[in-house]
């Protein structure tokens, strides 16, 4: 599993004073974005390279506690499952550390499709291999 952290600015949050519920996702895409380039996935070469993009088919978020100004928040990422051309991840986000109060889980799944068409395409070998390998 892959941990990012994450601090909540005054502009993540809404009127009442805790973050908007959106600004989970970005959260979340941040994790999922930090750990393929930590596992050397460049994300910009690939699109330069093979003309391939990550595009998000489905999200969903179970919101439990909410995140406020100033929180220091540990965003988790891992592959729950992979087929041809989609990949599934699962994502909690906690106050503090990994052992803090569980505030989000959600699940998140990708595509791998043309850049320029957006037609499904095989997620590379490469990746899926990295991504599978235990962090």
């Avoid at 489905?58 to 506690?65: L, P």
């Avoid at 037609?119 to 235990?134: F, Q």
């Amino acid at each position: 599993m892959f941990t990012w952290p994450v601090r909540v600015y005054y502009e993540d949050t809404d009127l009442g004073g805790v973050v908007y519920y959106a600004n989970y996702l970005k959260f979340m895409e941040r994790a999922r974005t930090e750990w393929l380039r930590s596992l050397g996935v460049d994300q910009s070469r690939l699109l330069d390279k093979a003309g391939l993009i990550f595009v998000i088919v489905s999200a969903e978020a179970r919101y439990i506690q909410p995140a406020r100004f100033n929180d220091a928040l540990v965003v988790t990422a891992r592959l729950e499952s992979s087929r041809r051309t989609t990949m599934t991840f699962v994502q909690e986000i906690h106050r503090d550390s990994l052992e803090g109060e569980l505030l989000v889980r959600g699940r998140v799944q990708a595509a791998c499709v043309e850049a320029s068409g957006f037609r499904p395409r095989p997620i590379p070998v490469e990746i899926l291999e990295k991504l599978e390998r235990p962090v």
